[in-house]
């Protein structure tokens, strides 16, 4: 039996732990990023005998690499099975390009990928120890409803969800709010950041600690494994045992957690030749990699790719490490990592909003291929690769660009740019006729303290 996999911190300044340690904690106490000290790897042989798996298996396979030293075969396999029960459909755009639409999950979105899976393995270790947490989190819309149906119905774990009464829409508050069992919903009469500074508080608040208070945030190393499977799952679909093709993929990006696990993929042995890394108009990472200076984008810029609105993209400094660098929680990089390295290896590109809505139009009137904002910045990224370096490949080379989220959480954009209703996915249907369970609190710390503590 090999040794497990010790994870560092990005900051160098953390004793090394294990997985399960990693995942319970999120953040490491020097504030820096779990990452795994050595990247398992699969044989040529082991990626070609994924192809025609269902996405699952696929899941089991890969994510296996990493954890099977941390938990029994079986249990990861019922983990993976239950988590994906939904479709990953590839779809070719022309020629040998194609986008992944990473939109069938419960909320919709590529975050469902990584928050089902974390959920899942956070409650199989509360289980083991017989304990118990309460995750407790703030959303100006989207988060909450991912983190909500990541951790609905997992029974070692309650989740309260704060959102701004006015500043939802409709829809994305019955994707919470409809939820009940283990999932509490609270509008605040106030805004985000009021919502926020509440939750900040009952962080810090001793008397509260019984409560066993957790944040589900995006640096988490368990949604960090999950969001690996997706490109193999690619690769083997499209390159059924040929393992002599390579593949480039096209990455939406914000706060840079997809694109980590493209990279990860990578350094375990899948054959990409390039990741073509397309933000929008927050382009500190594009300058970055042209100029060697990084600056933080304060505020950041309001894009209609909403999602990947990023100045300063938390897990940035995962990727400096893997090319040998050092960089902190506030962007200073103390250790340059190997520019020439990352430039062999990624393409960026920054796309603006007027190139976005042009590139949803065109792949719509010139391919019937529908695509919402963040999935249309990945394909105007590949497009931008291709007119720059098209002329290095035939027409088999084989691309694909990941889709995001479906263009259905999107009406109005879409609606203005096409003049059409994009149909809504099974999982957004009949949200209108369930039952809401809210509870209404004060923008009051009192009042919410008081609400919380006699819900537990
Ligand atoms: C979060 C998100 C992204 C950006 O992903 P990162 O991992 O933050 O780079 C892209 N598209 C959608 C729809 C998202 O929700």
Redesign the pocket.
């Known amino acids: 039996m090999k040794e497990p996999i010790k994870y560092y911190s990005t900051n160098l300044k953390a004793p090394k732990v294990s997985f399960r340690e990693a995942l319970l904690k999120g953040l490491a106490p020097d504030r820096g990023l779990y990452m795994p000290e050595t990247i398992p790897t699969m044989t040529a042989r082991e990626i070609n005998a994924l192809s025609g798996m269902p996405y699952y298996k696929v899941a089991y396979e890969v994510t296996k690499k990493f954890l099977y030293t941390e938990l029994a075969d079986d249990d990861l396999y019922n983990i993976v099975k239950n988590a994906y029960d939904f479709e990953v459909p590839l779809e070719k755009v022309h020629d040998e390009k194609h986008i992944m639409r990473l939109d069938q999950g419960p909320t919709a ?3 469902d990928f990584a928050a089902r899976m974390m959920g899942r393995l956070i409650n199989y270790y509360l289980k083991q120890e017989n304990r118990r947490l309460v995750i407790l989190t703030a959303t100006s819309g ?1 988060t909450g409803s991912a983190i909500a149906n990541a951790f609905y119905g997992l029974n070692n774990i309650k989740v309260v969800v704060l959102y701004p009464e006015k500043e939802v829409t409709a829809r994305q508050r019955k994707q919470m709010t409809t939820l009940g069992k283990n999932v509490q919903i609270i509008s605040i009469n106030g805004k985000f950041d009021d919502c926020q500074a509440l939750v900040k508080k009952a962080f810090s608040d001793h008397e509260l600690e019984y409560l066993h208070l957790s944040s589900a945030n995006s640096i988490n190393i368990g949604r960090l494994i999950p969001q690996i499977v997706y490109y193999f799952y690619a690769f083997a679909q499209l390159r059924p045992g040929n393992d002599n093709d390579s593949i480039i993929f096209s990455v ?8 980590m696990g493209g990279m990860l993929a990578k350094k375990m042995g899948l054959p990409v030749e390039k990741f073509i890394i397309a933000t929008n108009e927050n382009d500190e990472f594009p300058i970055l990699l042209d100029k060697k200076v990084y600056n933080k984008i304060e505020p950041s810029k309001n894009c209609i790719s909403s ?2 609105n ?1 100045g300063h993209p938390s897990n940035l400094a995962r990727l400096v490490a893997l090319y040998g660098g050092v960089m902190n929680e506030n962007g200073h990089i103390s250790k340059q990592p190997d520019y020439n390295l990352m430039r062999t290896d990624l393409y960026a590109v920054s796309i603006n909003d007027e190139l976005t809505r042009k590139t949803i139009k065109k792949t719509y009137d010139h391919y019937q291929v529908l695509l919402e904002p ?1 999935g249309a910045v990945g394909w105007a990224g590949l497009e931008c690769f291709l007119e720059k370096y098209g002329q290095n490949y035939n027409n088999k080379k084989l691309f694909v660009s990941l889709e ?2 479906h263009p259905a959480k999107f009406p109005e954009e879409i609606h203005k740019i096409l003049n059409l209703d994009p149909e809504l996915p099974q999982s957004l249907k009949g949200l209108d006729k369930k039952q809401e369970f809210i509870d209404s609190c004060n923008n009051s710390y009192q009042d919410f303290k008081d609400l919380l503590k006699n819900s537990f």
Do not use: E, L
């Open positions: 979105s590529f975050k989207d939406p990006s914000g706060n840079f957690g997809d694109m999602a990947m990023v963040h995001t989220a």
